[in-house]
């Protein structure tokens, strides 16, 4: 024994080093770029030269002097808040509705992972239909039970398009919520419920005395790695309105892609994303505590 | 007696009511999807019908027909590279990732805790992230717009998800497995292919598949790195061409539910292990 480490131990490097090696180049390397990038003279002219010019904090004095920024970041919390406790309260329906040992239920359950897995790409698309003013669903349905009296023009009005992105986000995310939920209802024994029974527990008496204090950690974890997964969306939004209309969707993502793709300043895109990293680090902290804290529990 | 009996018919009700808003539930979840495979079937004159046809009244493949004989983007050409990217992503990030998570999982590591933690904040990075410097580097290194590009980015997604997913796996396996190999005079390597391998094989599987899905979903990567548009998958093929130039509906979602079908068959097939991959790569590493 070396220090606690055996010569057995060593190989253990061999297995581990290729996936280091790999993250350190496409990932790892770029985080520290891209830390770099954003306190140089970026653009087309420059991008490619070995030597830029470094200009320190000025992109990031530049972009908070824009009003954009703040608008996108305001956005970006409009848009996860929304989606999660939408996400959230239906996903928690769906796995108590569905936290059944039968067979048709555990296949509608099945099935009802497929929109996660999608190409996020394709549900943009099939939500634009939905919304869409000519033909889309959404109008017809809600015109027919009498909510709205003429057809809404969805992606065309910043409010009503917010409230469409988080809605196709929404569905895309349920399942993630659902999944991780039901994973911890069927971790609670059956007899506390029958004890309750006995004691003349109502369905909403059982719901909030046995239910929810028995699924705290699941609850947090899925409430915090929701909002991680939420905030860095990108291409829901990106294909259902590309961040419009009149920025009504810009959030942080788009706004840091469009400033580095379509403007070319490389510089502030990497000035906004580092931004956008810094919220969810902070997050991610915040996370990583709280399994600790779990796990010695 | 009687205070069981209103119990009992109190209980059947409620059993009743919870499975009709359930079905409903269920109804609401896969509406999109079905809306999608559906209006593919129409002619672009029923999408616009008042009240809209929820089943296609003359369904047809005009749309499928006229959206593959499309000139301006090859979609048969797309689906291979689709299936090329996403195949390399598999396997790649699967070997990859396997390796690494059975380090992590049978060995005491010097900094363990950092290479855990830098695989837990690299899952939760948003794709952008990397997007921009990465636009650098490939461009520098010359793999801009050569498969490779989305190839080894979508690697950077599926590796930590792929790492902390399987390295429960293998914890899940008693040491004694493991030595009980040795002493009979396996190697390290041998015993991690001919003991620890086949005993995980579920998790093997569910890094395979998911390294995959996500080699399939990815649209941004190969729409940023790669400007040769024969070289895009299906999604950027899509997000383009219904995206930008705005076509048909119904010939829309028919492009769409080509994109979804190999997704919904590898659903089919592998249903139990994306079950799996869900609940436990998720919830921790």
New interface residues.
């Given amino acids: 024994m070396l220090k606690g480490i055996s010569k057995g131990d060593r190989i253990g490097y061999l297995y581990i080093l290729p996936a280091l090696v790999f993250m350190s180049a496409l990932m790892f390397y770029p985080i520290i770029y891209n830390f770099v990038i954003s306190m140089q003279k970026v653009d087309v002219m420059t991008l490619l030269n070995p030597h830029k010019q470094f200009i320190w904090f000025d992109n990031y004095i530049n972009i908070f002097k824009t009003k954009y920024l703040i608008h996108s970041i305001v956005k970006s919390f409009t848009f996860t808040i929304g989606c999660i406790i939408f996400q959230f309260s239906f996903g928690f329906l769906l796995a108590v509705l569905f936290n059944r040992e039968n067979k048709v239920f555990k296949f509608m359950r099945a099935v009802m992972l497929v929109p996660y897995i999608l190409p996020a790409t394709v549900s943009a698309i099939v939500f634009k239909f939905i919304f869409s003013v000519n033909g889309g669903i959404a109008n017809e349905f809600l015109q027919s039970i009498g909510v709205i009296e003429k057809p809404v023009e969805w992606l065309l009005h910043p409010e009503t398009a917010m409230l469409s992105v988080i809605i196709a986000n929404i569905w895309c995310g349920v399942p993630f919520n659902m999944i991780l939920l039901s994973a911890g209802l069927a971790n609670i024994p059956k007899d506390l419920y029958e004890s309750a029974e006995i004691d003349g527990a109502n369905a909403f008496q059982k719901f909030f005395a046995i239910t929810v204090p028995s699924l705290k950690s699941s609850i947090e974890a899925v409430l915090v790695l929701g909002f991680v997964y939420t905030f860095r969306v990108f291409e829901i939004v990106y294909v259902m309105t590309n961040g419009g209309p009149v920025n009504g969707t810009e959030i942080m993502a788009i706004l840091s892609y469009k400033t580095s793709f379509n403007n070319f300043n490389f510089a502030e895109g990497a000035a906004i994303s580092n931004i956008l990293f810094l919220i969810l680090f902070i997050v991610g902290i915040f996370y990583s505590k709280m399994i600790k804290k779990d796990e010695v529990m | 007696m009687s205070y069981f009996k209103s119990y009992k018919i109190k209980n059947k009700l ?1 059993k009743y009511i ?1 499975t009709f ?2 079905v409903i ?2 109804l609401i ?2 509406f ?2 079905y ?2 495979f559906t ?1 593919s079937l129409k002619e672009e004159t029923s ?2 019908a ?3 046809e929820l089943f296609p009244l003359n369904p047809s493949l005009s749309a499928f027909t006229t959206q593959l004989s499309m000139t301006t983007f090859d979609i048969p050409r797309a689906l291979l590279n689709s299936f090329l990217i996403s195949g390399s992503t598999m396997i790649i990030s699967a ?3 396997i ?2 998570a ?3 999982a ?5 900094g363990f805790k950092i ?1 855990i ?6 899952q ?14 490939f ?2 290194i010359g793999i801009y717009n050569t498969y490779w590009a989305p190839i ?2 979508n ?2 997604l599926a ?2 998800f792929c ?1 902390l997913m399987m390295r429960t796996y293998f914890i899940g396996i008693p040491k004694e497995i493991d030595e009980a190999a040795r002493i009979d005079g396996c190697n ?1 390597l041998q015993s ?1 292919f001919r003991v620890m391998l086949p005993m995980c094989s579920g998790g093997v599987i569910v890094c395979f598949v998911f390294s995959f ?1 996500f080699g ?5 990567y190969s729409l ?1 790195y790669v400007s040769d548009s024969t070289k895009w998958p299906v ?2 093929g ?2 383009n061409v ?2 930008r130039y705005g076509i048909e ?1 119904s010939r ?2 028919a492009f ?1 539910s080509m ?2 079908l190999p ?2 068959l ?2 089919i097939f592998m ?1 139990k292990y ?2 799996a991959g ?2 436990n790569g ?4």
């Fill in positions: 409620g919870s808003i359930a539930c269920f979840m896969i999109p999807l809306w999608m209006s999408i616009f008042s009240p809209p070997i990859l990732s390796m690494a059975y380090g992590l049978r060995f005491k590591i010097r290479i933690f830098l695989f837990l904040v690299s939760m990075l948003p794709q952008i992230f990397t997007l921009i410097p990465n636009f650098i580097i461009k520098k080894l980015s690697c950077t590796i930590p790492v390290s991690f899905l399939y979903g990815d649209m941004v940023t999604t950027t899509i997000y219904v995206g509906w829309s979602m769409g994109v979804v997704v919904v590898i659903f249903q994306i079950v869900l609940t998720s919830v921790k590493g």
